[in-house]
């Protein structure tokens, strides 16, 4: 496993296939499942620049949050997704700040 970013292009393309499903499945529960763990991929791709792990941890407080205040069904992606956004968003200003800050040394006299 290397640190190397991927393009996202070659992420989605690598993105298992969810819809082929078998009839006989418990639609509402699959679905809600489906389309979270979707959210939590497309998070991890749009916030490149934190660790992916910080970015599902991040999703993983946001749905639980969204539980928290009796948010339910196919609304809880969606929820979970703007409350983990508004952390990350912050998170990686941070994160650029820095970035931009480590490469320049003080000057010395």
Sequence with gaps: M????????AA??????FSARGTGAAHGVVDLHRQLLETAFDLSVEYDTLPAGSV?????RAVHLARLEGVE????????????????RSRAAKSTRRART???LPATA
């Excluded at 290397?2 to 292009?9: A, D, I």
């Excluded at 989605?12 to 296939?17: C, Y």
């Excluded at 069904?73 to 990350?88: D, F, N």
Aim: with cysteine; glycine share 8%.
């Design 2 to 9: 290397s640190n190397q970013k991927t393009s996202v292009g």
């Design 12 to 17: 989605r393309a690598r993105r298992p296939d």
């Design 56 to 60: 599902l941890r991040c999703f993983a």
């Design 73 to 88: 069904g196919a609304r809880l992606p969606e929820e979970a997704r703007r409350i983990a956004e508004s952390s990350l």
């Design 102 to 104: 480590a490469g320049v």
